[in-house]
């Protein structure tokens, strides 16, 4: 879910799965989509894609996109979906295998906030089952908690979905708004020692350069800010991912060319050097099988 308020390029604010985005789980049997055969001709009347390695939008939420838009995926980019509550779990696990992508499981400090923490152990269950390849989206939320008390539900959470993922040996999938340090603080009380990423990055070039020391990657996505330009300029190309958290900040995949364009601007390099290493870097991170 986005750290931001605008829907890029829309003006709207960004929502919940809307009614008509929510028929994903009611996609026919063989209509799989060969993501994974990135070589795959173009269209006919399509240009060429401009990179011709594989590009990973390394944080996207294919359960809230209509089943007309799973249809139709941009070719050549591998998309990671990440759920954010149980329901959006079940969406996303049904999703990933039946397109053969990677995905990630988490309960997102939102969700902490809508929805309590009673059921944790129901949800902690479903995703144990599930071998995803990254625990997340989770972590704290700084925007949305009013008091102590959903903070204290957050943290809940938060602490459940760092242990989880230790216990399975994945990596963390970070969602931090305006909580960057906070979040840092509880993985160094932890003891984190696994690979993080601060997905849709919204810190300060501080932030950034304090969880690569941690080990975490920066997440960029193309949407620009001052925080995000100094995270650009101070993190190395190798601890760099790019994503769209389609369809909330931009509407689909491929808008992941707008983050490769961002960084590659900043950086002040070509366009192919950034495609291609932000994919290796997302390859890694996500132990992606190709
Ligand atoms: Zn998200």
Redesign the pocket.
């Known amino acids: 879910?986005?750290s931001e308020v605008l829907v890029k390029g829309s003006g709207l604010k960004p929502r919940a799965c809307s009614s008509s985005e929510q028929s994903a789980r009611g996609c026919k049997a063989g209509t799989e989509f060969p993501l994974q055969a990135q070589g795959r001709a173009p269209p006919s009347g399509t240009a060429a894609p401009a990179h011709p390695e594989p590009l990973v939008d390394a944080?996207c939420?294919l359960d809230c996109f209509s089943q007309e838009k799973l249809d139709s995926l941009p070719p050549g980019i591998i998309p990671v979906t990440?759920g954010?509550s149980h329901k959006s779990n079940l969406k996303n696990a049904e999703i990933a295998k039946r397109l053969r992508i990677p995905f990630c499981l988490g309960i997102a400090p939102q969700t902490a906030l809508s929805e309590g923490v009673e059921k944790l152990p129901e949800w902690v269950d479903f995703i144990k089952k599930h071998s995803p390849n990254a625990i997340g989206?989770c972590g704290l939320d700084f925007h949305w908690s009013k008091n102590d008390a959903d903070i204290e539900k957050e943290r809940i959470v938060f602490a459940k979905m760092i242990g989880l993922a230790e216990e399975m040996g994945l990596p963390l999938v970070i969602?931090s708004r305006k909580s960057d340090p906070a979040v840092l603080d509880a993985l160094e009380e932890f003891g984190w020692k696994l690979p993080f990423m601060m997905?849709?990055f919204s810190g300060n070039g501080a932030d950034a350069e304090r969880a690569v020391r941690m080990g975490g990657i920066i997440s960029i996505i193309g949407m620009h800010s001052k925080g995000r330009k100094e995270a650009i300029q101070r993190v190395p190309l190798e601890k760099i991912v790019v994503e769209t958290?389609a369809p909330?900040a931009f509407r689909n995949i491929d808008g992941i060319h707008e983050g490769i364009k961002y960084v590659a601007e900043v950086k002040e390099i070509p366009e192919e050097t950034v495609a291609k290493a932000t994919a290796e870097n997302a390859i890694k991170f996500f132990n992606i099988k190709q």
Do not use: C, N, T, V
Request: charged share 15%.
């Open positions: 879910m986005p944080h939420h990440a954010y989206e969602h997905h849709f958290d909330y």
